[in-house]
C-alpha cells in the first residue's frame, strides 16, 4: 500500500504535534511503541487507520561497559527480526518522528527510510525538559557507541535528561521542522474527547507515582500524609475529586495507594494525555513537581504540591528543586499559605 506518511509515536511525549500535523486526508501509516497507554488511545481515535505496534529495544539507555555486548546482541536481534518492513514504501513518503532519545527501535527504522531517500522529519516536543550530551567518557564507551552507530546506521550519543542517560541521535536537528503546534483545547475539540468534569464541581489531580521506579528517594508515607491534608481541605470545600493516573505503563498504583482517599477520588483512564481534560476544570493540582502539567496551557488556576514531597535525602530534594525551576523558569511561582504553589502564565 502506498502511504503518504508514516508517523512514529513513542508515547504520549510529542502527541500534541502529532496530533497538530495529522491530515485525515492523508493516506497514513502509524508506528508505536508497545506502550499500553498509547497503542489503546490512537486505536479509539484513529480506528481505521493502518497501524504497526513494535516492541522497544530493551536498553535504549548507555549500560555499563560490562554489559556493552548484550546491548549490541539486542539492536542485531531487533534489526533482524523488523528489517524489510517498509518494502514497499517509496520515496514519495514522508516520515515524522518526535524523539530523538531513548527510542533505538525508530531510529533503526528511519535509517532504512533514508537508505529509500524518503524526508525524514523531526518535530521537537513542546514542552523543553532539560537535557545535555554527555562527551567525556571513557574510551571503551566511545568504541561501544560507534559500533552501535554503524549497526543502527545513525549517530547515536548519549544524552543525559535529568538522570538518565539516554541514547539519542546525534544530528537530530539536521531533521528538525519548525512547527507551531495546535492548541490542546483546538485539538479536544477536533477529536471530540469526552468532559469529564460536566458538572464543573470536580478538581484534577494530575498523579504521578511515589511506589516504584521512582529516580529519587521519597518517603511515601510522610509524602501521603502530607497529600491527604491538603485533598482533605478541597473536600471541605465541597469539591468532587478526579484523579488522572500517570500513562507510564511501568507505574502500578497511584500515589494515595493504601489511604483513605484511594477510593474517595474518582480515578479517570491513564490511557489519553492529560492536556487534553485540562481545559475542564476549575483548579489542577500536580502531585509532585515534576510534571509537565505545570507548563501546558490551561483556563483555570494550576497549583503544585511540590512542597508536600518528602525526601529521605537533603541532595534528592535539591536535585528535584532544580528540575521545578527549570521547568518553571518561564512561568510566576506564588507560594500561599498551606504550602501549595500556584503557577501562574506570565
Not at 19 to 25: A, F, K
Not at 151 to 178: A, N
Not at 289 to 301: E, F, H, R, T, W
Amino acid at each position: 500500500m502506498k502511504f503518504d506518511n508514516i508517523f512514529f509515536l513513542e508515547n504520549f511525549f510529542g502527541i500534541r504535534n502529532f496530533l497538530s500535523i495529522y491530515n485525515y486526508n492523508d493516506q497514513n501509516l502509524i508506528v508505536m511503541s508497545e506502550d499500553k497507554s498509547l497503542v489503546p488511545f490512537i486505536h479509539k481515535i484513529l480506528p481505521s487507520v493502518t497501524k504497526i505496534v513494535v516492541p522497544r529495544v530493551p536498553r535504549s539507555y548507555l549500560p555499563h561497559e560490562t554489559i556493552f555486548d548484550e546491548q549490541i546482541k539486542e539492536v542485531v536481534n531487533w534489526k533482524m527480526r523488523y528489517s524489510g518492513i517498509f518494502n514497499s514504501i517509496d520515496r514519495s513518503t514522508k516520515a515524522y518522528f518526535f524523539s530523538f532519545s531513548g527510542t533505538l527501535h525508530f531510529y533503526i527504522m528511519l535509517s532504512e527510510l533514508l537508505e529509500k531517500n524518503v524526508l525524514i522529519n523531526y518535530i521537537h516536543p513542546d514542552i523543553n525538559f532539560p537535557f545535555e550530551e554527555l562527551t567525556s567518557l571513557p574510551e571503551s564507551y566511545h568504541l561501544h557507541l560507534e559500533k552501535l552507530s554503524k549497526i543502527i546506521g545513525f549517530r547515536i550519543r548519549p544524552f543525559k535528561i535529568w538522570t538518565p542517560v539516554y541514547l539519542g541521535l546525534k544530528d537530530f536537528s539536521k531533521y528538525t521542522l519548525q512547527f507551531a503546534p495546535e492548541s490542546w483545547v483546538f485539538i479536544s475539540e477536533k477529536i471530540k474527547w469526552d468532559n469529564p468534569n460536566k458538572s464543573g464541581n470536580a478538581v484534577l489531580l494530575v498523579d504521578t507515582p511515589l511506589h516504584n521506579n521512582s529516580p529519587i528517594g521519597v518517603n511515601v508515607k510522610q509524602t501521603q500524609q502530607n497529600y491527604i491534608k491538603i485533598l482533605s481541605i478541597l473536600e471541605e470545600r465541597g469539591f468532587d475529586l478526579h484523579l488522572k493516573p500517570h500513562y507510564d505503563d511501568r507505574f502500578e498504583h497511584i500515589s494515595l495507594y493504601g489511604t483513605s482517599f484511594e477510593k474517595k477520588v474518582k480515578i479517570l483512564s491513564k490511557n489519553f494525555p492529560v492536556e487534553l481534560i485540562l481545559h475542564y476544570y476549575p483548579e489542577i493540582y500536580t502531585m509532585s513537581g515534576i510534571s509537565a502539567v505545570l507548563v501546558a496551557p490551561v483556563k483555570g488556576k494550576r497549583y503544585s504540591l511540590f512542597n508536600h514531597v518528602s525526601y529521605y535525602k537533603a541532595e534528592d530534594r535539591e536535585f528535584s528543586i532544580k528540575v521545578f525551576q527549570e521547568l518553571t523558569k518561564d512561568r510566576k511561582c506564588v507560594l500561599l499559605g498551606n504550602g501549595l504553589i500556584e503557577v501562574i502564565d506570565n
